[in-house]
């Protein structure tokens, strides 16, 4: 039996499937790779804490040496693949996708989805960093998003800003008058100040 398993931080999180033979093992891991490959903002907070994942095959064929993987900053990490009564056959990094509340909707969406929804015409679109948030405006219309913290705040503006070159005008680092003017803007439209201030949604968990 051969299991591939999702990682958080070098622990086993889930079993993500089981199968009989090595080689569906194999063919599922490969699929979940490429589509790992695929994600352009990927998890890197969760409960407030850093977080990495990896998926991997574990099963009862035994590995006698340390096998490793390459981390998201190029690292070479090196791991003893024995679990229990079970050996890590293959580990690869993974790009788990992160997701953005949707404030307009209050569901939570993928970065494809923020894409093709609210940047769908030719039109250009002013893109400011606020906090936790980012607000899109074009010509009258405005909406808000909010993450996890300040920080995937900014590696979204960054993400759109590579991708939608000429379509967007950022302002990650706005000054105070372009900072009055957007919290007075999205107050008169109903937001609350409170939520607007706020720089995070999750904390860390006390150990």
């Known amino acids: ?71 998201s900053f190029g690292r070479t990490i090196y791991i003893n693949p024995k679990i229990g009564n079970e050996y890590i056959q293959k580990i690869k990094d993974f ?40 607000v899109i405006q ?8 909010s993450l996890k913290n300040e920080y995937d705040c900014s590696r979204l503006v960054d993400i759109l800003q590579g991708d939608l070159i000429g379509k967007t005008i950022v302002s990650k680092d706005i000054n105070t008058i372009h900072r009055k003017y957007i919290y007075n803007l999205l107050v008169e439209k109903g937001f609350k100040k409170d939520y607007l201030y706020r720089k995070r949604t999750t904390h860390p968990k006390q150990k």
């Open 1 to 71: 039996m051969f299991k591939v398993i999702l990682f958080k931080n070098n622990k086993k999180k889930k079993v993500l499937k089981s199968f009989k033979t090595e080689k569906k093992a194999n063919d599922f891991f490969d699929k979940l790779i490429i589509n790992s490959e695929k994600v352009k903002f990927r998890e890197e907070f969760n409960s407030g804490s850093e977080v990495e994942y990896n998926i991997g095959i574990i099963g009862d064929k035994v590995i006698l040496e340390k096998i490793f993987y390459t981390d």
């Open 95 to 134: 790009n788990k996708e992160e997701t953005i509340f949707d404030f307009q909707t209050k569901q939570k969406i993928s970065y494809d989805d923020l894409v093709k929804k609210y940047f769908k015409n030719d039109e250009v679109y002013m893109v400011s960093k606020l906090n936790n948030k980012i």
């Open 138 to 145: 074009n010509q009258t219309i405005t909406n808000i998003f």
